[in-house]
């Protein structure tokens, strides 16, 4: 069997992509100042970032939620890609990105829409988030939203922390959250 030409195979890649026929693009962005990023996007929008640039796991769960046509392709993720750019950059304090939650359930939905209000170089505690979602004593609950939080950066779950103002758990490791707050503005 011959292989395929690395040209082939990004035209064939950006074709299935213009036709519509993917149910999730997917890239590695491997060189952003917070380490590779697997980011996927679906005809909805902005569907997975991911500190964990290993693939497989993150390919079967996209496959599951989305459907299963998950490819490597790189040109739909260009807005986003650009807008994270800027966003480490600090030219960018808010993102104009649709997001697509639909493996989300409903209650993590709600806790992800009420954490996309806390605005850049701002932090909130997991009391504060769980009060604002009408549940005052669902600190702990927050804090598992915010561990699976599908899209992290965008949905800023590092805005998140301890009632004492510590820096307190984080799905992208504690010197992710402190580098991103101190980006920022919101930690010296």
Not at 126 to 150: D, F, S
Request: with cysteine; aromatic share 6%; glycine share 10%.
């Amino acid at each position: 069997m011959t292989p395929v030409s690395t040209a082939l195979d990004e035209r064939f890649r950006a074709a299935a992509a213009a036709a519509g026929l993917l149910d999730v693009a997917y890239d590695v962005l491997e060189d952003t100042p917070v380490g590779p990023l697997l980011v996927g996007v679906s005809d909805r929008g902005v569907c997975r970032i991911s500190f964990d640039p290993e693939p497989e796991r993150q390919l079967e769960h996209l496959a599951r939620v989305f459907g299963p046509r998950v490819l490597r392709s790189p040109r739909p993720l260009d807005p986003l890609r650009r807008e994270l750019d800027e966003y480490f950059e600090g030219k960018r304090h808010a993102f104009d990105l649709d997001l697509d939650l639909r493996g989300a359930p409903e209650y993590h939905r709600r806790v992800l829409a009420e954490l996309a209000r806390v605005e850049y170089g701002h932090t909130t505690t997991y009391g504060a988030l769980a009060a604002k979602t009408g549940n005052p004593r669902a600190a702990r609950a927050i804090g598992t939203v915010m561990n699976r939080n599908p899209i992290p950066i965008v949905l800023p779950c590092h805005r998140v922390v301890g009632s004492n103002g510590s820096l307190t758990g984080y799905g992208g490791g504690l010197p992710r959250k402190e580098w991103l707050l101190r980006l920022e503005g919101a930690i010296l």
